[in-house]
């Protein structure tokens, strides 16, 4: 299961992966789509659920789980 800290890896509107996000707490993605003249947002997850291929998490999150950060923005 992904958990906050972890990249979200997937396909907008493309055959290929082409867009990623971070996972925050409270299952936000924090991201930002090219050309949409928009800063970068968060938005529940669940909304991109379906264009998500692949979860990514540093090896050290893997190791020691207690050792993932406190992820505070905004």
Do not use: T, Y
């Not at 996000?21 to 669940?46: C, I, K, M, T, V």
């Not at 264009?51 to 990514?56: F, Q």
């Amino acid at each position: 299961d992904a958990l906050p800290g972890d990249i979200v890896l997937g396909r907008v509107m493309c055959p290929v992966v082409n867009h990623c996000g971070l996972l925050l707490e409270n299952n936000l993605l924090l991201h930002q789509l090219d050309g949409d003249g928009r800063l970068s947002r968060r938005e529940p997850a669940r909304r991109w659920q379906s264009m998500i291929s692949h979860v990514a998490r540093h090896k050290l999150f893997i190791d020691d789980p207690s050792s993932r950060p406190s992820i505070q923005i905004g």
